[in-house]
């Protein structure tokens, strides 16, 4: 008989399933929850709620900007006799008829400029040649024709330029519609019947204001 050892076979090795680290998270750190944020159905759909306490509600409104109404003049450039005294007043007058009406436009700065160019142009006109000989004026200075001619032909451009700016400034406070280049041509044309223009369209502006003041 032959003596015959046989090894009893071990079991399959079977691996330990690893512990969750959810449940036991690493030593020495703390891990929170994330943070759950309410949903309000009512904050969602824009309207303003009471706050939760730990955040803040940022609440935007949209704000509508509507642009001011363009216009024509109230009157036009050829109704001059819509007001017959200032029309006379522009047609024997004209700088002074420019002057009332930069100062009826609140425009201080063009008042005084059109002030100091037209009292210099009577000046250089009545103190000057020729018209001093010929008014007979004690006044010869010396100086002749070609450069009194070009200081007032410099003069009565700037008043041009101040004619035309006034119109302009005047048109844009009252949200009317036009152009510098229609200013222009309308200052080059007719500035008589410009100024009359001017001054009925302030005029009929005074009267609105006080209209709603009294409707107020």
Excluded at 65 to 89: E, H, K, M, S
Excluded at 131 to 153: K, M
Excluded at 170 to 189: A, P, T
Aim: with cysteine; aromatic share 10%.
């Amino acid at each position: 008989l032959k003596y015959t050892h046989k090894m009893a076979s071990a079991p399959p090795y079977q691996a330990e399933p690893l512990p969750d680290k959810n449940l036991y998270p690493p030593t020495g750190m703390h891990q929170e929850p994330p943070p759950s944020y309410p949903v309000d159905e009512a904050r969602m759909q824009g309207v303003p709620t009471q706050p939760t306490p730990g955040y803040a509600v940022v609440v935007t409104q949209q704000t509508t900007v509507t642009a001011p109404q363009v216009r024509d003049w109230q009157y036009d450039i050829c109704g001059c006799l819509n007001d017959v005294p200032f029309t006379i007043l522009t047609f024997f007058f004209p700088c002074v008829a420019e002057i009332i009406v930069a100062k009826k436009a609140k425009l201080e700065s063009i008042f005084v400029a059109l002030i100091v160019f037209y009292v210099a142009m009577f000046v250089i006109a009545l103190c000057f040649q020729p018209l001093a000989s010929t008014l007979l004026l004690p006044f010869d200075f010396g100086i002749s024709s070609s450069l009194l001619s070009l200081i007032q032909l410099i003069i009565a451009v700037v008043i041009f330029c101040l004619v035309i700016t006034m119109r302009m400034k005047i048109r844009e406070s009252r949200n009317i519609v036009g152009s510098s280049v229609e200013d222009f041509f309308c200052v080059l044309c007719c500035a008589s019947c410009v100024t009359c223009q001017e001054y009925q369209e302030l005029k009929h502006a005074e009267l609105e204001a006080h209209e709603n003041f009294h409707r107020v």
